[in-house]
């Protein structure tokens, strides 16, 4: 139950495509629900977050969907770029200091120019 | 927002010997700050979660022994890894949580020859 599952594995995208990564959760405690972006040799960086009061929020060319009774969230990024080529990771938690980040994982993104 | 520096970014070190990584929040304070590894082209594994003054949790699986863990002030947690082999060899993150969510350090690549 406390597994998050993320597809495609990779995802190959043409400039100026969009890119739609797709996580599934079970544990209807989850109230957090972020995804980061991880370049070779450094640490995840979040990209954007959503709770599960908004069905949708958007940040530049990124946006989260979010499905509370299907338990599923995507990351859809617009207008990909060469630079958006990196490997993303979905997560949940029940927010609190405490409360660990379940991964899911991963998907590696390729922008073809 | 919230930075957290981790320190050494790499390091080389002989089989046998004892290696400590850092892990600092540089503008808030952490009560728990949490260890992950990472393999190649693999999703983040938690191994412990640090907690300011007392002991840390453990994962199923992960040796207290080997990667001994430190939170000796709300700023610092510090990761050791004991008598290291090769199979050590990977990559370290750490994490910590303030208002806006997870925020990770860069990495550290430790390398046992």
């Known amino acids: 139950q406390q597994q998050v599952k993320q597809s495609p594995q990779s995802l190959i995208v043409q400039k100026g495509g969009i890119s739609i990564i797709n996580c599934a959760y079970e544990n209807t405690a989850f109230d957090y629900f972020p995804w980061y972006q991880q370049f070779p040799g450094k640490g995840p960086a979040l990209l954007i977050a959503i709770r599960p009061d908004v069905s949708e929020k958007k940040e530049g060319r990124f946006t989260i969907s979010f499905n509370k009774s299907a338990k599923q969230f995507s990351l859809h990024i617009m207008d990909s770029q060469p630079g958006d080529s990196a490997t993303y990771f979905c997560a949940a938690s029940i927010s609190s200091a405490t409360n660990k980040l379940i991964f899911g994982t991963g998907t590696l993104l390729a922008v073809q120019p | 927002g919230a930075v957290v520096s981790q320190h050494p970014s790499r390091v080389i070190c002989k089989s046998g010997t004892s290696v400590k990584i850092e892990c600092r929040s540089l503008?808030?304070?952490?009560?728990?700050m949490f260890w992950y590894r990472q393999f190649p082209k693999k999703s983040l594994m938690l191994m412990a979660t640090s907690n300011e003054g007392s002991k840390a949790t453990y994962e199923q699986g992960v040796e207290k022994d080997k990667f001994l863990i430190n939170h000796a002030s709300l700023t610092l947690s510090t990761l050791t890894v004991t008598s290291a082999h090769p199979e050590d060899s990977s990559f370290y993150i750490c994490?910590?949580?303030?208002?806006?969510?997870?925020?990770f350090g860069s990495g550290t690549r430790l390398t046992v020859v």
């Open positions: 994490s910590a949580w303030d208002l806006g969510g997870y925020t």
């Open positions: 503008d808030f304070q952490a009560t728990t």
